[in-house]
């Protein structure tokens, strides 16, 4: 796995990537996500996730997901 993050003010941009292997070549997964945490507060985030994942083989059974929502921290 891979994975970065960068400060830009406000904002932290995040971005991943995991390859992941099963017992088969079948279950070769690949998995990248971008995101940005925003600070509203010193205790309060905003986070917004894109992911894909892919059969590394094949690149056939591809699923997307997303996230959006609010860390408090108290």
């Given at each position: 796995?891979?994975?970065v993050t960068?400060?830009?003010g406000a ?10 292997k ?6 070769i997964?690949?998995?990248s ?7 509203l507060s010193?205790?309060?985030?905003l ?5 894909q994942?892919k059969?590394?083989?094949?690149g056939?059974?591809r699923a997307?997901n997303s ?8």
């Amino acid at each position: 796995s891979l994975s970065v993050t960068v400060p830009m003010g406000a904002a932290t941009l995040k971005a991943g990537f995991v390859n992941r292997k099963g017992d088969t070549n079948v279950s070769i997964i690949d998995r990248s996500t971008v995101g940005v945490d925003y600070a509203l507060s010193k205790r309060t985030t905003l986070t917004a996730e894109f992911g894909q994942d892919k059969q590394a083989v094949t690149g056939a059974n591809r699923a997307t997901n997303s996230f959006v929502g609010v860390n408090h921290t108290f």
